[in-house]
């Protein structure tokens, strides 16, 4: 089996969170850049989904992939074996009363059972326990349903309370208020937001909150738990649909100027690459209303750069089959994430993978050891 067969089907599954990131579930999604990403993103998973799909897959002369052998089952699981493996993990996290395991439970039923998630997040934010992270996405899970029982009032105050000094619980705030027509009440969130001393939408908390739960309570290995991560982490997005059309329909007035600080804001400081083109976009909307084309054409030159970041379908297969064959490259991936952000980790994740592809006696394809050649258990 070609490695970019495996690969690309799992970056398939990896990538879809960039396009479901930019949805709100409830409401359809409004034409506006935003969406426009959210199409970039889509169309990368339909070449990954197309390269796995095809027979010969992607050339080694357009890809530079190499061949595996077909021996990724002591990795890869079917669909059904990953979701009964978390679903049982859910339940022990659910029974172990360990604050960080409830809440990693939340994170991964919000979507399943959304009002369990809820009651069990404001349980936490009551005992104070991970406070702003419960109460950021409780407040999510209640704004963006509105047939659930919760009271958004008492949930904001809370997030406000616990986490003031976060630009990006801020965002979030402007988007659920203007779903709201509150416009003066949002104007104020977004000052805040582009004020506040700090900018986390916990994308990497999460991802790695959830990758300790799975290992404490499954035999996943560490790139399914971090892809498992991954999946739900991207489930918590911020409500960025009414703030992207609210700055597409303004063009005059104190929004201008929001919209533009607000998407810099955003694109700058983002810890995670889909925050800055979401970012982008807000600013974007902002210079074309001015009119400013000189703005634009520098800021299409900055989303040009994340894009290149971001890389093709066929190096993101490479990449992303090196991870998951060599759980040193994905430690460090993950550490660079943490440190200097995902564009950054990704930018070091394919100057790692060029230099262990020049290296005598180096086996992408090792699922089980060192990819040097040592199997499991060897000194």
């Not at 409830?26 to 796995?52: L, Y």
């Not at 089952?73 to 395991?101: C, I, M, W, Y």
């Not at 890389?311 to 550490?335: C, H, I, K, P």
Request: with cysteine; hydrophobic share 40%; net charge negative.
């Amino acid at each position: 089996m070609k490695a970019v067969a495996i690969s690309a089907a799992l970056v398939a599954a990896l990538l879809l969170w960039l396009f479901l990131r930019t949805d709100d579930r409830d409401s359809p999604v409004e034409p506006t850049e935003v969406s426009i990403v959210a199409a970039e993103q889509e169309a990368v998973v339909r070449r990954a989904q197309s390269a796995a799909d095809s027979e010969e897959g992607v050339s080694n002369a357009e890809s530079n992939d190499i061949d595996c052998p077909d021996n990724s089952g002591r990795f890869l699981r079917t669909n059904e074996e990953q979701k009964r493996l978390v679903e049982s993990a859910t339940s022990s996290l659910l029974a172990s009363g360990d604050p960080e395991h409830l809440l990693a439970a939340a994170l991964m039923r919000r979507w399943s059972d959304p009002q369990a998630a809820l009651a069990q997040l404001e349980k936490l934010v009551a005992l104070e326990s991970n406070s702003p992270l419960s109460a950021w996405t409780a407040l999510i899970i209640c704004g963006q349903r509105a047939q659930l029982a919760c009271d958004f009032g008492a949930l904001e105050q809370e997030a406000i309370r616990a986490d003031s000094k976060n630009g990006a619980m801020w965002v979030q705030l402007v988007g659920l208020r203007l779903e709201d027509s509150n416009d003066e009440q949002a104007i104020e969130a977004m000052r805040q937001a582009i004020s506040a001393p700090k900018f986390d939408s916990y994308y990497f908390e999460q991802i790695m909150m959830i990758e300790r739960a799975l290992a404490a309570t499954s035999d996943l290995s560490l790139a399914e738990r971090v892809i498992t991560g991954i999946g739900f982490a991207a489930a918590t997005p911020m409500g960025m649909n009414a703030l992207a059309r609210k700055c597409d329909d303004e063009q005059t007035g104190v929004w201008l100027e929001l919209c533009d600080q607000l998407g810099e804001r955003m694109r700058v400081d983002g810890s995670d690459i889909m925050t800055q083109m979401l970012g982008s976009a807000v600013q974007g909307h902002a210079l074309a209303n001015r009119g400013d084309s000189r703005g634009l054409q520098e800021l299409e030159l900055k989303k040009t750069e994340i894009r290149r970041t971001m890389g093709s379908a066929a190096s993101n297969a490479e990449w992303f089959n090196l991870m998951t064959n060599d759980e040193r490259v994905l430690r460090e991936y993950l550490q660079n994430m943490d440190v200097f952000g995902e564009a950054a980790a990704m930018k070091r994740l394919s100057s790692e993978a060029e230099r262990l592809r020049a290296l005598s006696g180096y086996d992408q394809c090792n699922f089980e050891g060192d990819p040097f050649g040592a199997s499991v258990g060897e000194p």
